[in-house]
T-cell receptor
Framework: RKEVEQDPGPFNVPEGATVAFNCTYSNSASQSFFWYRQDCRKEPKLLMSVYSSGNEDGRFTAQLNRASQYISLLIRDSKLSDSATYLCVVNGWNTGNQFYFGTGTSLTVIP | GAVVSQHPSRVICKSGTSVKIECRSLDFQATTMFWYRQFPKQSLMLMATSNEGSKATYEQGVEKDKFLINHASLTLSTLTVTSAHPEDSSFYIC?????????????FGQGTRLTVV
């Protein structure tokens, strides 16, 4: 079983739509959770960390459910510039503090 | 913000030659750095964890004799792809997590696009 699993999509949504991505992780001892954004042929960049209480940054809301071992990302009022691949990242259960990535979910926002 | 510099950004080499990729943390120390590989339309796959002053830890299925990792200082890790073959062509990305702080993000280099011909 993969450490982190995501629905690869693709998600094609119109501008202004709300879209949600989910991600599950296998190890209950995982400590840190993040959503990264990767544009085509570029390195991943941090979108937001995910905290136990849930957190919001503008149009983006991240939530963590430790009991069910899943993480979600909600994007409201989608913009064309939101088109990218969104990577769920989980960290910390092994020595060495590795970061493990989900397969990524592809989002295309359509005019 | 913290910066990780990766060099070169793009390299084309002949089959059978070796290629070295450098990853530097510019404004923080990183005892641990990570090397990933990404094939087209796939996610990043962790290849190995680079530990300063000790041997790297390789993920299952990654040949340690082919992908040599050296982490000689707290700010530099190198990945050498030895005897490269066309199937090694990929996007290689390093990342580093600052030693200070907990639950901090990882910062990524710009990536190296390797093409073996």
């Amino acid at each position: 079983r993969k450490e982190v699993e995501q629905d690869p999509g693709p998600f094609n949504v119109p501008e202004g739509a709300t879209v949600a991505f989910n991600c599950t992780y296998s190890n209950s001892a995982s400590q840190s959770f993040f959503w990264y954004r990767q544009d085509c042929r570029k390195e991943p960049k941090l979108l937001m960390s995910v905290y136990s209480s849930g957190n919001e940054d503008g149009r983006f809301t991240a939530q963590l459910n430790r009991a069910s071992q899943y993480i979600s990302l909600l994007i409201r009022d989608s913009k064309l510039s939101d088109s990218a691949t969104y990577l769920c990242v989980v960290n910390g259960w092994n020595t060495g503090n590795q970061f493990y990535f989900g397969t990524g979910t592809s989002l295309t926002v359509i005019p | 913000g913290a910066v990780v510099s990766q060099h070169p950004s793009r390299v084309i080499c002949k089959s059978g030659t070796s290629v070295k990729i450098e990853c530097r943390s510019l404004d923080f120390q990183a005892t641990t750095m990570f090397w990933y590989r990404q094939f087209p339309k796939q996610s990043l796959m962790l290849m190995a964890t680079s530990n300063e002053g000790s041997k790297a830890t390789y993920e299952q299925g990654v040949e340690k004799d082919k992908f040599l990792i050296n982490h000689a200082s707290l700010t530099l890790s190198t990945l050498t792809v030895t005897s490269a073959h066309p199937e090694d062509s990929s996007f290689y990305i390093c990342s580093a997590k600052p030693d200070r702080g907990v639950n901090t993000e990882a910062f990524f280099g710009q990536g190296t696009r390797l093409t073996v011909v």
